[in-house]
């Protein structure tokens, strides 16, 4: 098992920025992948950025060049750098931990942290 601990949200103006950790405690070492995950009111939940165990990166578009995402191994804990905050950026962030297998593969998941962002 692996349990996730989101910390880091908050309120903060438009244009102002945030950091959310991700502390990891458990079977870590099945872990392939990490990631971030948004889920707005009404809305689904979204990838924002995720980063594999070799530390190649994907972000959503519209998350390119404001949020960056990063992990440090030593820690097992996993960022989320976001920048240039908008309104739009208001959501529940869920940190997301990835076991590959077909038939053993899971997810992991924590229990959110709230950002909003005012106008």
């Known amino acids: 098992q692996v349990q996730l601990v989101e910390s880091g949200g908050g309120l903060v103006q438009s244009g102002g920025s945030l950091r959310l950790s991700c502390a990891t405690t458990g079977s870590t070492g099945s872990i392939n992948e990490m990631g971030w995950y948004r889920q707005a009111p009404g809305k689904g939940r979204e990838l924002v950025a995720s980063?594999?165990?070799?530390?190649?990166?994907n972000y959503a578009d519209s998350m390119k060049g404001r949020f960056t995402i990063s992990r440090d191994n030593a820690k097992n804990t996993v960022y989320l750098q976001m920048n240039s905050l908008k309104p739009e950026d208001t959501a529940v962030y869920y940190c997301n931990a990835k076991k590959y297998g077909f038939l053993d593969g899971r997810d992991y998941w924590g229990q959110g942290t709230q950002v909003t962002v005012s106008s």
């Open positions: 980063i594999t165990n070799e530390g190649y990166t």
